[in-house]
Structures are given as C-alpha cells and as structure tokens.
C-alpha cells in the first residue's frame, strides 16, 4: 500500500532503462522470416572517417534484444546482413577503444533501420567514436592513498548547463587509492571523492543503562533499541571528541570542497585523462536528532546535497545516545539533508531537516520542515471501476524524492506522510494499461497545470480526473519532400514548464519515420530539429523559437495520428 | 549471546568443532563493528594515573619505523595515537595494572594474521614498563595485465589467487577470503593485500569478459577456457606458483587464447521434485561453480549449458538441504566435441545404514543441547550423535545421515556417490567417540571407501560417557592473552584434532574427552597448524607433551608455548 520512498527507486529504474543500449523504444515486432533484403555499409571514425577493421556489429528486430546476430567487420570496414524481412531492425557496434553505441545515438535514443521495398538500407554510414577515459589516484594529506573512497563521476549534460550523474555512476578506490572511469564520451565530467579517515576516532560514549529491576549496566559504546527497550534510566556521556575526530570533506578534482567552485575535467575524444585527487582532513561534525517516539521501526536517510538538486547518501550509520537520540558523526563542511519516517501515535510521521556544516564542523542553518497533509479524491470519465493498480505520485521539483501511493480501486486516499511545505511537486499517475490524468484541481494549495506549490500548512485536498486511452503518433520528418534520418522530434505539450511529464522527444528512423505511443490525450506541438541535440531541450524558453514552424496537434482518446513534420 | 558462551557451548557439544576459526570469525565481525557495545570492565579511576607507555611500530620485513600507524588502548576508556615520522607513540597518564594495546595501518597485518583481523596484546602498565616494539608485516600484492590472443586487452575478466591453506590439519588449495578483482579496460589488475607465500594466479575471462571483439555471441565455435592459471596454462598442475616475501610487488603478464567450444545437455534422472534442486553446474577442483546452465527446467530435469570450451568436467548436482535426504549427484564428462543426453541418477549412488549404540555408565539421562535452532535435526535422545561423511575428492560435497523415510527409527546415508570419503562424528549429548566402524574399517583411522555400484558395510558408532578430564597449564614467559593449545588424538589420526583456547593465566579444564594417547601443543597465534603432516609436528617435538588419559580419570600437563616463528 505504501510507497513513499519507492519513487526514489523507481527514478533509479528510470536511468537505468537509459543506458545505452540497442534502440529499444520501437514496439516488438515479429522475428524477421528471411527474406531478400539487406542492411549493410561501413563502419568508420567519425573524425578521420577511417574505415573500423575489428567491429563486432549486432543486429537484430527492433525491441528484441535475444534474437540478434552478430558480425565483425574486416580490414575495409564493411559489414552486410542479408536476407532479410522487410521491418524495422537495431543495429549497434562495439569496437575496443570506441564508445559503444547504436546507431546514430544521441543520448539514450538512436535510429532503427527501416527494411523494405524502395528503401535503401545497404549503404549506412555508422560512425564510432574514439572513447576516452578518466582515472586517478586519491591521496591523503600525507600522500598515503586511500582505500575504498566513493569516487563519484558527474556529467555536463549536452545543453553544457545541468550537471547530472554519470552513466558510470561511481567507482572505488583499490587498494593503492587508483579509481578508474573508462568508456567515457568526449564531454564535461567532474570527479568528487567521499573518503573516511582510516584512522578516525569519534569520541567515547559511555552508556549506563539502568533496568527494569533497577540493575544498572555500564556499556562503552553505544547500545542498540534492543537493549534499552524496558530500561527504566538511559544515561550516556560522550567525552570530548580527540584529535583523531577528523573527516574528509566530499572533494572535487581540483580540491573544491564544494561543488559550484569545482574544476571540470575535460575529456576529448579518445583522451586518458588523469585526475588525482588529495584529501584534507577537518574536525568532524556531529549532528544529533531526537526520534519522535516510538522510535522503533524508524528509518532515516542522511544525503549530501551536491550541485543542483543532486543528492548523494553520506553516513550510512548513526549510533545511538540514549532513548530516541540519534548522532551522526564524521560530517565534513556541506549541505545535508536528513530524511526520518516511521509510525506514531497518530498514524504516520515523517520529518525532514536541512543543514550546513560549516569550516570547522559547526552546524548551520538548520531548517526543519513541516509536512502537510494531503489527501485525494478519484474520479473516472466516463465513470470506470479501475482493476489495475494505478499509483498516484507527488514528485517532488529538483529532488529525487516523492510520494507514491497505491489507489487499490479506492477513490479516496491519503498521502500517510503528506507533503513538505515550500516545495513543488507534479501530480502524476503511473501504471494501469492506457491511463491517463485527465484533470486535477486543488485546494489548500496551487496548483498550476499538474504542479502543486506547497504555500502553507493548510491541509491539501486533489480532486484527480482519471480516463482509459492514450493515443498514439506516427510520422515522418521531412525537408523538401526527402525525409531525415537521425533527427530529434520534440512532442511538446502546450504549458510545457508545468507539465514536464508530457514533454518526450525521439529519433528518426533511417527512413525518417518516427512513433510515439501512449500519449496523454491534449493538444501538443511536434517540433523536427536537425543537429539539435546540444540543445536543453527541456527548458520551453529554448524550444520558443521553433514553435512557430512546429506542426500542432490534438490527441484525443484512443487518437491514432500520422503526421509530416517540416524539418528546422 | 556472548561469544566466550558460544565457544563453551561448542565445546561441550561438539568437541570437534574447529575453534581457530570461529575465534578467527569472531574477532573479524568486531573489527567490522567498531562502534559496537562492549560491557565495559568498571575500572575506577584511579589517582596514580602517572606512567607511561611507549614505543615504536616496526615493519616486520625492512626492520624500518611505520609512521602513522594507529595505536589503541583500552583499559580504563579507549585512547588511540597515530604514530610519528619516527613510528613512535606514547600514552601518558596510566594507572598501574594492565591494559590492551592494538595496532593497525592499511597496506599492514600483525605478522601471521589475515587482512581485516586484529590482534590485541595485553600489557602490564608499571613503573618497570619499559619501550615495547609492536610489528606490522606489509601486505604483498600482484599486479598484472590479462591480454587475449592478438595482445589485446581482455576487459572484465575475473582474477583471484588460489593459495594453499591449512584446514584440520592438512594442506589444501583454498581462494583466500574469497575475494577477486576485475582487469579494467587496460586489462589491468591489482591484487593486493596477500600475507607471504605462494599463489597461484587464476584467470577466469569466461562470460565476464566485455568487449573482446568475437569474445562472446559472435563466435559461438570458440570461447575462453573456464579458468586460466599463470602463466597461461589450463590445468592447476601446470600452474607457476607466484612466491611473494612480505611487502612485494610482483607482476604478471597472463595471455589467454580461445579454444574450440562445445555444447553440453543432458538431464536429470529419477521421480525428483526439481523445485528443491539446484540446477547442475559444473565445478572445479576447488568446489567452485565455474559454469551455469543456459536452461534449466525443473519439470523434467533437463539441462543446457551454453557453449563450453574444451575440457574435462565434473558436473553436480545438488538436492537443497531439508531435514531429509540431501545428495549430491556428480559425473565427470569430457568435452571434445558437443555432448548431449548426459544424465545424472540417484541410482549411482550407494545408500549405507548407519547405527549409533551408547555404552552409558551413568544413570541419569543425558543432556540434550537446548538450542532452538536445533529443530530440524533429528532428536538427540534417539540419535545422540550427528554423522557426516566428507569427500575427499569434491571438497563440497558432503552427506548427512538422516533416518529413513520408511523408517524413521534408524538413521541412513542415502544416495552416496562412489568415493573416499571421511567419517565426522559429532555427539549431542556429554559423551566421547569410542569406536567409528564399518565392517572391519576403523573409520577413525582409515577413510571409507564407496566402490561404484557396490555395497558398503553399514557405520557403526559407539559413544560412552566414561570420558577423560584434562587440566592443561601453558606454561611461558610473558603469556599471550590467548594460548591456542591443540589435542591430537592418536588413536584416531584421521579426525580433526581439538583447538581449544586457555585463559590469560594459561590454564583451561576439558571434559569427556575420550581415553587414549594424545598429543598436547600450545601456541601463541592462532595460524592454523598442519598437525597431520608428520614433518611438521618433527618441528614441534621438543614442545609437545604426550599424554594418555584412562576412561573416568583426570590427568593434568603443563605444556610450554610454541611462540611465532618458532
């Protein structure tokens, strides 16, 4: 029923499912019965347009990812599959030293091979490129390395501007400090590294715990719930933190400590770039946070914030003072989050808390926040009985953090841990075959197009239209006539800042052709931009200027559509 | 519970119990859990908090200090240092009496002691406490490149070093720790933090290995062998042993080339529920799974495996343990061309009654272990001893006896696979092993051999409860806070000998052992000792006690302490 924190997980599916694979958005299709056509070309480096001896090229139906074959170019770069139905294929390539890639890929998205009468598909061009590398050493301040640190590898994305993880997400350091980033495109990374000072010391805590029958015991250390539980005195005493109560700030290539003032590594195409990291000890920070009772069954989560909206987990464990009283130690300077959730006497509790640590392991600027309670009604059109399990999500802006919860065929919920105040969050609905978020209005909150502002403490009430049937658009993207292969479609929804859900974007097919499925029915602008996938194609102020030229369009339920897109 | 009671259970219950080990465990959890809650001994603070404690951390191999390495007491509170330029520390301000002290640095272990364990020392603080020298041994390690057949890098593939071990007494080839690295892009490895001695560097680039042109699904016909040792050899007896001195680095070049792959199906035989199988892999010499089958169907007991390179195989197959009748299946097939149709029966196995009669003197009923985890072996009033045999082949493959299905009042090892195997006898109840026996085989001597569709007389067992006590006193200058003392019984060489660990005054009691000759040792570290190889314990001679206990007697000895090295 519940799955607050689920969304987290499902954000990490999502990234996942965006690994560059073969071209998996086409639907499956049947296994090619052979035929009489072929797909063939050359292989070659996109800079030098050398032909590639040594590739090993898999092709295979569009969206099946079993039944391939597989072939490897000779010393001309040439490689032919024959043969085959009529339809549309996958078709990738891997060579050492090269990215991996299907072809034409731009981010996650790439060209299927279109096959049949009238088409040409035996003289492809499919271009590599030269993979480059990061790798480095992280040192202690006295040059001793350091073991098993979380190197962590961001990326500028293809508009320059946002920073977001890296699809090699992390490595560790071995054993002599090295860490190693490889198949790297050519771009804009930065490296952070979180260590532990082998040789940290957190002050001693002395328990003294006092039972039920009045038996005290002395523990040093600190005492797990298990043991206090029907004690009748907790007493702890913490000595003053030593000099070894040190930690290692999260540090960025280049030795910033904070993320806005660190140094980009420059990969090229094909550069090894080495990037040796040295980390600083400072005097650790202790934060300390008193469980609402009963503070069994309590979970917590302390992430580091890092550049914008990034969140990374920091200390996995903090031990335990006294009943409820929780501490975290060997924080480093930063911005921190704490998240708390577990039952209470009146259901459900939930807190989330904000902080810096500053230069010398103080805290600052501690904010603590108030959920508000939010609760929805459901409603079909035309009126339905949904069997399926539908969730309704709240996701929170710049965050990966949310609510999820499941309907059950229920038409009144409730969110059990509400919604922080002062923050945005988009309406949403996932799973269920076909359905869509019709309509939504609020109280107690704003709500504009499906972002909810959270102003104050006024408990929140959705009213959530739900209907069956998204619809469906085919089309191909043409210039004077002649359609374009590898070019970015933009499916932009009318007040695309507000309903960032709907706004996708695809890749033409070797002849051109392209399809969306399961489109929220509404009235949208289908944009065909040649060569512009350095764009932030998320930002509406960006996609301004092509509006004009864009072909408009209304879905309507269960609407099938084929449409020619002017290419821009 | 605390782990001095675990171990004293234990030992009460099953004598054989290998204790180094689970010592050896128990220190490594706490060292996972620094932070973890010790009942603290109540020291009051005392007023003549004056001395002083110093010295120096030295690198066992070069003789050089070690700066920067963490030195802990604990006593009266924890303190810790880190050592200067010149590896040395002190503390200031202790009270007389004794403390711990403990010493650590990453790229170091306390001579003798694997990666991640720690060794205490207890001290006496004093006016007399004079400079103490604390050693750090450094780690070996190996670096390497794994290259394929046109000197490429291979990517992804798995490398680990196999090194002999000493388990119960004898030698074996074991993966320290389990532990491997993957060759990075480059074909690069680092494999780091290895004690001295000899290894045996393993490659295994098999369905690991990424990005190795034809490496895979490309080329169907060929494949990787399954496991590579250095230098570049497909059979361990080949193998070029890597010999590592504390604190070297070596390097290894490992080439590996593709050979013919060949298909491997078969299937399972007999009216089994394969849902309580698991599926049929193919094993190595050192009970590693090493290959999974593609299909594997748990209605029919078919299999397929992918394509496998050329080679000879022991295929096994594996009931999940329940309460009843566990067994292994195994098959040796050679691989030179595709084989289909391999079939695995519990009907080549051999199935051999097993009898455990007491020779109680006592009247009193014996006691049962109280342990609720107890529930799914059969009851120890009945059955009041537990009975294994272990392979001596197949390192993994061991049987348990269970009662039988159609009657559950007498005990059977069902389905036992033609083999040598060792008899392992653990009582329930307080009493010693008297005799292990089938036919005229003395099982506590001699190994019990199942020949190939043959009978096998059934195992008697005789337990009695007119055991022997022995008091044994470790005698020493400077006692360790552990002495490890071992008892090998020589009536009965092929059992593991009993580990057992004596007080910081060096003493320790131990009852119902069973009467005969035993050999007494007692040493300082915990390493395990290869007390049944003959040259070995030669070495020993001169600190080894002998001793004979008679049925119902006590018998003390007082045995010197083997330090380490020695």
């Not at chain 1, 569009?62 to 039944?67: E, F, H, L, M, Y």
């Not at chain 1, 459900?348 to 959920?371: C, L, P, W």
């Not at chain 2, 071990?165 to 080839?173: F, K, T």
């Not at chain 2, 040792?521 to 080894?544: C, H, W």
């Amino acid at each position: 029923m519940l799955r607050q924190f689920a969304v987290v997980c499902l954000f990490a599916a999502i990234t996942l499912a965006q690994q560059p694979q073969a071209a998996g958005r086409a639907p499956a299709e049947p296994p090619p019965a052979s035929g009489n056509f072929q797909i063939g070309g050359v292989v070659v480096d996109v800079d030098s347009h050398q032909p590639l001896a040594a590739v090993r090229i898999t092709l295979g139906p569009a969206g099946k990812s079993d039944a391939v074959t597989t072939l490897i170019t000779g010393e001309a770069g040439r490689f032919t599959f024959s043969g085959l139905a009529a339809g549309k294929y996958a078709l990738s390539a891997q060579r050492r030293g090269y990215v991996a890639q299907s072809f034409n890929q731009r981010d996650s998205l790439s060209s299927s091979i279109v096959v049949g009468p009238n088409l040409d598909s035996s003289h492809l061009v499919f271009s590599l490129v030269l993979e480059g590398g990061i790798s480095g050493s992280i040192v202690d301040e006295q040059g001793e390395a350091v073991r098993m640190a979380f190197v962590y590898l961001f990326q500028c994305a293809a508009d320059g501007r946002t920073v977001r993880r890296g699809y090699s997400e992390f490595a560790s350091t071995d054993d002599e400090g090295h860490y190693h980033f490889s198949h790297l495109r050519a771009g804009r990374y930065y490296v952070a590294v979180r260590g532990i000072p082998w040789y940290r010391q957190p002050p001693q805590i002395h328990t003294k715990v006092t039972d039920a029958q009045g038996v005290v015991t002395d523990y040093s250390g600190d005492v797990d719930e298990a043991t206090l539980k029907g004690a009748q005195k907790v007493d702890y005493e913490e000595e003053p933190p030593t000099a070894l109560d040190v930690a290692y700030p999260v540090t960025f290539y280049g030795g910033a400590t904070d993320s806005s003032a660190a140094t980009p590594i420059l990969v090229g195409k094909g550069e090894k770039v080495s990037a040796d990291i040295v980390l600083q000890p400072v005097p650790a920070a202790h934060w300390q946070f008193t469980q609402p009772p009963p503070a069994e069954h309590f979970a917590v989560l302390l992430e580091q914030r890092l550049f914008d909206g990034i969140l990374v987990q920091a200390f996995p464990m903090p031990r335990r003072l006294g009943h409820g009283v929780l501490e975290y130690t060997g924080m480093a300077p930063g911005h921190f989050r704490f998240d708390g959730w577990g039952p209470s006497p009146s259901g459900r509790i939930m807190v989330h808390e904000e902080f810096d640590v500053g230069a010398n392991g103080e805290i600052e600027k501690q904010t603590s926040t108030t959920y508000v309670p939010v609760s929805a009604t459901i409603r079909f059109e035309p009126p339905a009985a949904p069997t399926e399990s539908i969730n309704l999500q709240l996701r929170q802006k710049n965050s990966n953090h949310g609510a999820s919860l499941r309907m059950n065929g229920k038409s009144e919920i409730e969110f059990p841990y509400g919604v922080e105040r002062g923050s945005f969050y988009e309406v949403a609905v996932d799973g269920g075959s076909g359905i869509y978020l019709r309509s939504v209005q609020a109280t107690g909150a704003k709500l504009t197009g499906h972002m909810l502002e959270v102003k104050d403490d006024s408990p929140i009430k959705l009213t959530v239209v739900l209907a069956t049937g998204r619809g469906s658009i085919a089309g191909v993207a043409v210039r004077e006539d002649k359609p374009i292969a590898g070019a970015m479609i933009v499916l932009v929804p009318a007040d695309p800042g507000n309903n960032t859900r709907l706004l996708r974007r695809e890749e033409t097919n070797s002849d051109g052709s392209f399809s969306f499925t399961d489109v929220v029915p509404g009235r949208y602008t289908l944009l065909a931009i040649d060569d512009g996938w350095e764009l932030e194609w998320t930002n509406p102020v960006v996609l301004e200027k092509y509006m004009a030229q864009g072909e408009p369009i209304t879905v309507e339920a269960k609407g099938k559509y084929s449409v020619k897109v002017k290419v821009q | 519970m605390n782990s001095r009671r675990v171990l004293a259970y234990f030992e009460r219950t099953f004598p054989m119990v290998r204790h180094f080990r689970l010592t050896a465990l128990i220190a490594m959890s706490l060292a996972a859990w620094p932070q973890s809650a010790h009942a603290a001994q109540s020291a009051p603070k005392a007023p003549d908090a004056i001395y002083k404690l110093e010295g120096t951390v030295v690198n066992a191999a070069t003789g050089r200090p070690v700066p920067r390495a963490l030195v802990e007491l604990t006593g009266a509170g924890k303190r810790a240092v880190l050592t200067d330029s010149q590896g040395e520390f002190s503390f200031d301000k202790l009270s007389k009496g004794p403390v711990k002290i403990q010493v650590e640095k990453p790229g170091f272990f306390e001579p003798g002691i694997r990666r991640d364990a720690k060794v205490t020392h207890t001290i006496e603080v004093g006016p007399e406490s004079g400079k103490m020298v604390l050693k750090l041994e450094p780690e070996s390690m190996i670096t390497g490149q794994v290259t394929d057949e046109s000197r490429d890098p291979v990517e992804g593939a798995i490398v680990d070093v196999i090194a002999e071990q000493i388990v119960d007494g004898r030698r074996q080839l074991q993966t320290p720790d389990g532990r491997n690295v993957h060759t990075d892009d480059d074909g690069r490895f680092l494999m780091a933090g290895l004690p001295p001695g000899k290894y045996i560097l393993r490659v295994k680039a098999g369905n690991g290995a990424r990005r190795s042109p034809g490496g895979q699904a490309g080329n169907a016909g060929q494949s990787y062998p399954l496991q590579v040792f250095f230098p570049g050899v497909t059979d361990l007896a080949s193998a070029t042993a890597i010999d590592l001195v504390a604190g070297q680095h070596a390097h290894a070049q490992v080439s590996i080339s593709k050979v013919p792959a060949f298909k491997l199906s078969g299937s399972v035989l007999g009216n089994l529920d394969f849902r309580n199988v698991v599926q049929p892999a193919i094993f190595d010499a050192l009970g590693e799974r090493l290959a999974m089958p593609d299909h594997w169907d748990t209605r029919t007991g078919a299999f397929e495996f992918p394509p496998l390179p050329a080679g000879v195989y022991t295929l096994q197959i594996q009931q999940l343990p329940d309460d009843r009748h566990e067994w292994f299946l195994t098959r040796t097939v050679t691989l030179n061309r595709d084989v289909s149709r391999v079939t695995l029966s519990q009907a080549a196995g051999v199935s051999i009654p097993v009898s455990v009669r007491t020779e109680f003197t006592a009247t009193e009923a014996k006691d049962c272990p109280s342990s609720g985890s107890e529930g799914k072996t059969p009851n120890c009033k009945q059955f009041p001893a537990g009975i294994s045999i272990v392979s001596s082949d197949l390192k993994q493959m061991m049987f348990h006896a269970t009662p039988e299905k159609a009657e559950p009042s007498t005990l059977s090892l069902p389905y036992v696979m033609p083999g040598k195997y060792r008899v392992e006898v653990h009582p329930k109840v307080r009493a010693y092993v008297r005799s292990v026996r089938s036919g005229t085989t003395d099982l506590l001597r001699e190994e019990l051999v199942v020949p190939a569709g043959g009978a096998v007389s059934p195992i008697e067992v005789v337990l009695r409860d007119d055991g022997a006590k022995v008091k044994i006193h470790v005698a020493a200058e400077n006692l360790p806070q552990q002495a490890h003392v071992l008892l090998v019984p020589e009536f009965a060489p092929n059992q593991p000998a009993l580990t057992l660990t004596a007080s910081s005054s060096g003493d320790l009691q131990y009852d119902d052992l069973a009467p005969g000759d035993y050999k007494v040792l007692a040493f300082e570290s915990p390493e395990e000792i290869e007390y049944q190889n003959p040259d070995v314990m030669r070495k020993y001679a001169g600190k080894t006690a002998r001793i004979t206990l008679p049925a119902k007697g006590s018998t003390s000895v007082t045995v010197e302490l083997i330090r380490q090295g020695e």
